[in-house]
């Protein structure tokens, strides 16, 4: 299993929400860009960022922490918030972004997954975040009548191979990941699952392993130090 450490972006600082709420966010990191090379110094073969900004309004905010980040640290990057258009993911892919992960656009126009996934392939994921099982979007704050379950269907059905499932209740509270809810999904799809939301400590991390997930994002959990990422990263090989 991966360990995706995460880079929430908020005003070009590392935050963490709490259940999505932005008026909940803090500031946990100093440069991301030193957060990203502390990541690659454990180890890290991947790193999961996040334009929260972007999530918000729609279009991309802090490109250039992400591209510095991109540049400098060398580890593939993945990215999400803000991405609506083809446009914003040719630019992001030629700045180097190795995954664009796709929300809100997602559910609101399949035919722009359908083009995206016909263009880049395994380098567009979909971010499925759910709130009581129904797919939320617009940076967490609408949420729709579309069960996740489902959603997730209709994206494999389109060639997604790469599906980030959060359970929004759980993200950033430390109290653990919502292990029924990923597991319905592991076995209602063939994608790659990469669970989001609640991750507490290295036994979390032990019990996704073991259910044959893919990947794991983990963010607070590594700034309050309940997790060491070198010891998480070399445990989940």
């Not at 993945?78 to 992001?92: A, H, Q, V």
């Not at 880049?120 to 940076?139: L, T, W």
Request: proline share 2%.
């Amino acid at each position: 299993m991966i360990i995706f450490p995460a880079i929430d972006l908020r005003d070009g600082k590392c935050v963490r929400l709490y259940q999505g709420k932005f008026e909940e966010s803090e500031v946990v990191g100093e440069e991301p860009l030193k957060v990203a090379m502390s990541f690659k110094e454990c180890g890290a073969e991947y790193i999961h960022m996040v334009d929260l900004d972007g999530a918000l309004n729609g279009e991309l905010k802090n490109l250039k922490v992400i591209s510095e980040v991109v540049k400098n640290v060398g580890v593939p990057v993945e990215l999400g918030g803000g991405i609506r258009d083809m446009k914003t993911i040719d630019m992001l892919i030629q700045a180097g972004v190795s995954r664009v992960i796709l929300g809100t656009a997602a559910l609101k126009n399949p035919e722009f997954v359908m083009e995206a996934v016909k263009k880049y392939g395994e380098k567009v994921a979909v971010g499925i975040d759910a709130k009581n099982e129904k797919v939320a979007v617009s940076g967490w704050l609408d949420v729709s009548d579309v069960d996740y379950i489902d959603f997730a269907k209709e994206m494999e059905k389109i060639g997604v191979k790469t599906i980030i499932f959060t359970d929004i209740s759980k993200d950033g509270t430390l109290q653990g990941p919502n292990l029924e809810q990923l597991g319905k999904i592991q076995s209602s799809v063939s994608c790659n699952i990469i669970a989001s939301g609640g991750i507490k400590d290295i036994n979390d991390l032990k019990t996704i392993n073991n259910m044959g997930i893919y990947g794991t994002i983990t963010g607070k959990a590594i700034y309050s130090g309940n997790i060491n990422l070198k010891e998480a990263i070399e445990l989940c090989k």
